[in-house]
Every structure is written in C-alpha cells, then in structure tokens.
C-alpha cells in the first residue's frame, strides 16, 4: 500500500467532499450519456436498420422523410445511374394503432408504419400483405407474435408475424410491411397525402463505389430532381438528431470541465495545505514527480471509486424511470465516460504542479 | 576526514539595488564524529548555514564539502539525490505525516524514491528498538507524544545512514527539562552511531551537549 493509498483509506473525510461531488458529476455523465443514446438510437433506429449506402429524396423534400415522394420514373432513372446496382423503396406513415379488442384512447399504440421491399441485416425480407414484424419496443404494450394491430383512421388489420430489434422511429416503434400495406395505411390516415402505387418515398440505392460518387451519380441521372445523402447524413438528417447530440455533447463537455475545475481546485488546496510537508519530503531527497504521483494516484482512485458510486446510482434511476424516459445505458458509453473521468481528475490534479516544483526545499529550515 | 566543510563561504540574496549577504566568508569544518552548536540570534544567518551545509541552498561564493565531496556546482537534482544519500535533517516543526506510523514514516522517503524493501524494513526496525520505539511501530504520529515524534524524527534522519545530521532547533518549542531530554538523546544517538552532526539552537542551555559551539552573528562565523 503506497502513501496516497494509505491517506485515503486513513482520511477519508479529507477527500470525501471531492468523492462525493464526482460522484454525483458521475451521475451525471452517464445519465446525460445515456439520454443521449437512447434519443439518438430511439430516433434512429429505423435508418440504422438499413444497409444501403445512399438514401434517395426528392429533391423538394428538403430531406425530409415525410415530403418526400419518388415516382416510378425517377426510380428508373434512379436505377440507371452509373454505379448502381439495385434500389429499394421505403415508406413511412406516422400513426396510432389498437390491439384487436382493445377500446378507449389509452390503448393506443404509437406506431411508425414503415413500407419496404428489401431485407437487411436487421430486417426479414418484407413479409405478406397485411402481415408486419414488429418492433420489440411493442412487446411492453402487450404485443405478441399473432396479435393483431387495427392501424390507423382505417383500423386496417395487421398481424404481427415476429419481432426485431431497435428499429424505432423518432422513439415511436416501428410496424414494418410491404409497400402496398403500407400504402393502404397511408392512404386511410392520410388522404390528402396519399402515394399512387408505384411512389415511395425515399429510394434506398446500393451501388459500386464510395457512397459519395454514388450520391452524385443518381442526383445527374435524375437531373436534379433527387437529393441523395450517405447513410451517415440520412441518420443525421432526421428531425433532431444533430440538435439532440450538439446540446447533450455541449452538456458533457461542459460537466467533464467542471471535473477538472473541481478536482484542480480541490488538489490545489491540498497543495497549499502540503507546502511544509512537501518541503521537508524535497528536503530529504524526494523528487517533485513522487509528489506529483502521489496527488495524482489519488485523483485516479477518487474518480474511479466515484464513478463505482455514480454507476450504482445511475443504475438504480434507470431502473426507478424505465420506461418513462428514452434511457439506454450502453457498455461503450460507461467505458468512454470512465475515461473521460479518470483522464479529466488526473489532468486536474497536475494543475499544482507549478506549485509543487516551486517549494522550494529550503523552506524546510525554520 | 572531515564530515562538513565550508571554505569562504558567502551568500547573498539580491533586495532591488542592494544586496543582503546572509552568510560572509564563513569558514567551518565539522570532524567525523563531532556535534557542533550553532547559535545565534534571528537573522543571524543560522539557518542560510545549515541549507547550505545539507545541499539545500548553493553558496554565491567559496566551496561546500561534505563527506569528502565537494557538492558546490551541483544542480538542484544532484544535490536532492545527495541529500537522499548522505546527509539527515530534523526539522524545528518534525514535519512527519500525520497519518503515518512511527514505522511508515522511516521508510517514507525510501519508499517515495522507489528504494523499499527487506533491507529498508529492518533498517527501521532495527532503528525504532534502539530509539525505544519498538512497541509503538504501529501508531499514528499524531497519536505519539511530544518525546517519541522527535525521536521518530531522528529516526527518520537516520534512515539513509548519513554521514552528516542537522538538527534544526530541536528544543524550540519546549521547555527546558524536555528540551535538555531531547538533547541528551541527540547527543547519546550521535555518539553511539559515531557521526558528525550541526546542532542550530538560540538556547545557550542546549550548547553544553554538544562538542563545540560556534556563534554566528549578522552572517559572520566565530568560533
């Protein structure tokens, strides 16, 4: 057992006021993180489920999923462009359903009618008319494989023939079909924005090359009438998310720095309080990095017992709010923001070090 | 061989146009085995002499030789690893940390310069049996009495088996019975062990434990 360690185990109401608030800035690091994630993967979910590299607007749609429309030709043209070796239309209609049986409002599901015609990684190839897989998020509203869902205005019946995993849609679970059903949906929900058959909304494209050449290629084959952006950009593009991760990332950013001011002023008092000690240490031959590693040691022991405690407690509210906030508390997030954490206190507490390299050991003599 | 030697040693610190000499042409040799008192008033210079004896300060002029070594060029790193080395400090105000045992503070500084070990335990072992601490290794300094912290102090001084103690005002703060006890002790310690040691004090009371005595006054040396 080294110095540092030794202090802390005998003093433990000198650092308890530091462990205590990084606990606490712990807390908070993850549970800003895991909001974080679970809005950006809860809004995500849908276009992360996708494959294809190039995602196709129309170019009026401004980006925008909803806007947009496609038609047959342009999805001909589409297909011609150099480079590219298949398309797939993907529709989507934002609405409420019911469990067959169900009455009154409270019942109501909110759903993402997704319509597609390629399977992924993720998703099955599309299944039958009327049929859907259903987002596991439905599970916990009492949906199970044979239900069926009364979808819309037009209650058009849905049964669901299996479940996948995180593919929601601005947090609303998603009920994937093939693009007449979907069309139907749409249609009953939406009449003044019903698609003639044939339209979809957004062309998915695989191809030969980057997805940047891709992108350019369909938007001159179509002569401007498309908008084409990469996976990436697509996911990006979605109502929100760039907001969503520029503000809790600028909250992040702003707690780590409260970790470091917290920590280098808690080790600078600690300096001051040292001087004659570490006087007197210099003094007998011990060297400024001794000192430093001592401060420092303790730093990394003070956040990582901090971020044990912050864990546990986030661990506690994520279980008390399940299910009423977008929380999701993923393993690489824990890693990164114990990192951050230990990185930020040891940085702090080398703040001194001007300090400590400047007592001069002389000053050990009266 | 002598343990310390100061050659027209002078040291002067700038103050704006002026220059304060602390310590003027001063010359002193401390043999192998001889406890010297220092005394003086405040001010006089005592405590510029004995930074400058234990590596602690470099002289703006003449030459430091200790244990045969003339340390007056070194830099400040080689003068900390001499120190580390050859040369034992009690301070005025002990400076042991708080929430060490008597035994942790012996073997801090080896263990904060990488130098723990077997050798190093029983080095402070050996050192608390014969300072009569044996039976509280175990306690927290702040937990010891006046008496037993100053002899941890020593002990502590003792450690690296210096060639050359320096005791800074070791019975300033108390009063006579415990101040003659503390360097009763000094003196039986430095005797047993046979090593040099620079005794600074302001308390003439204290001067007859030691082998001689020199007076400094306004940085100037008479024996």
Excluded at chain 2, 129 to 147: F, K, M, P, Q
Excluded at chain 2, 199 to 220: A, K, L, P, S
Aim: a negative charge; charged letters at 20%; one cysteine or more.
């Amino acid at each position: 057992m080294s110095v540092a360690t030794r202090e802390l185990r005998r003093r433990p109401g000198r650092f308890a006021f530091v462990g205590i608030a990084l606990a606490l800035l712990s807390t908070l690091l993850l549970l800003l993180g895991g909001l974080l994630d679970g809005l950006v993967l809860g809004s995500t979910g849908a276009f992360r489920a996708q494959d294809a590299p190039v995602f196709v607007y129309s170019a009026d749609a401004q980006d925008s999923f909803l806007r947009s429309r496609i038609t047959p030709a342009e999805r001909d043209q589409i297909a011609a462009a150099p480079g590219v070796t298949g398309t797939a239309g993907l529709g989507l209609t934002l609405d409420a359903g019911r469990l067959e049986g169900t009455t009154g409002t409270d019942n109501l599901l909110d759903l993402a009618v997704m319509g597609y015609e390629q399977g992924t990684n993720v998703l099955p190839a599309p299944p039958g008319p009327g049929e859907a897989y259903a987002d596991a998020a439905l599970q916990d509203d009492g949906v199970t494989e044979g239900s069926t869902i009364l979808v819309g205005l037009g209650e058009i019946p849905v049964r669901v023939v299996g479940f996948v995993d995180d593919t929601s849609y601005l947090l609303q679970p998603a009920l994937w079909v093939d693009l007449d059903t979907w069309r139907q949906v749409q249609t009953a929900s939406r009449p003044d924005a019903a698609v003639a058959d044939g339209v979809v909304q957004v062309v998915l494209v695989d191809g030969t090359g980057t997805p940047e050449s891709l992108v350019t290629a369909v938007d001159d084959a179509t002569g401007g009438a498309t908008s084409s952006l990469t996976r990436d950009e697509a996911i990006f593009s979605l109502p929100g998310t760039a907001e969503q991760n520029a503000t809790f990332t600028a909250l992040i950013g702003t707690t780590i720095f409260v970790v470091g001011l917290i920590t280098s002023l808690f080790f600078i008092l600690l300096t001051v309080e040292r001087r004659s000690l570490y006087a007197a240490m210099k003094a007998l031959g011990v060297g400024t990095g001794a000192l430093v590693r001592w401060s420092m040691l303790q730093a990394l022991l003070v956040a990582g017992t901090a971020f044990v405690l912050g864990g546990l407690v986030t661990l506690g509210l994520a279980q008390a709010l399940a299910g009423q906030i977008p929380l999701l508390l993923e393993p690489t997030r824990a890693v990164v923001t114990f990192v951050l954490l230990l990185a930020t206190a040891a940085i702090g507490s080398l703040i001194p070090l001007r300090r400590i390299i400047r007592i001069d050991p002389a000053s050990a003599i009266s | 061989m002598s343990a310390l030697a100061l050659r027209d040693v002078r040291k002067v610190y700038p103050s704006g146009d002026t220059e304060i000499v602390a310590l003027d042409h001063a010359e002193l040799t401390v043999d192998d085995t001889e406890l010297v008192a220092l005394i003086g008033p405040s001010g006089s210079g005592k405590s510029t002499l004995l930074s400058i004896a234990g590596g602690l300060l470099t002289p703006s002029e003449g030459s430091v030789t200790v244990a045969g070594e003339d340390i007056t060029a070194y830099s400040p790193k080689r003068l900390a690893s001499f120190r580390r080395d050859h040369v034992g400090f009690v301070f005025q105000s002990l400076n042991l940390v708080p929430f060490l045992t008597a035994f942790e503070n012996l073997t801090v500084v080896p263990e904060l310069t990488g130098r723990r070990g077997a050798a190093t335990r029983k080095r402070a072992d050996d050192l608390l049996e014969e300072l009569g601490l044996a039976a509280r290794r175990n306690v927290r300094s702040t937990d010891l009495s006046g008496g037993e912290r100053q002899r941890v102090a020593i002990g502590r001084a003792l450690m690296n088996e210096p060639c050359l103690v320096l005791f800074d005002e070791p019975t300033s703060a108390l009063d006579t019975e415990r101040g003659e006890q503390v360097m009763g002790l000094i003196r039986r310690e430095m005797t047993e062990r046979g090593l040099a040691g620079v005794v600074v004090t302001h308390d003439r009371r204290m001067t007859g434990f030691c082998d001689r005595t020199v007076e400094i006054t306004d940085g100037h040396l008479a024996a």
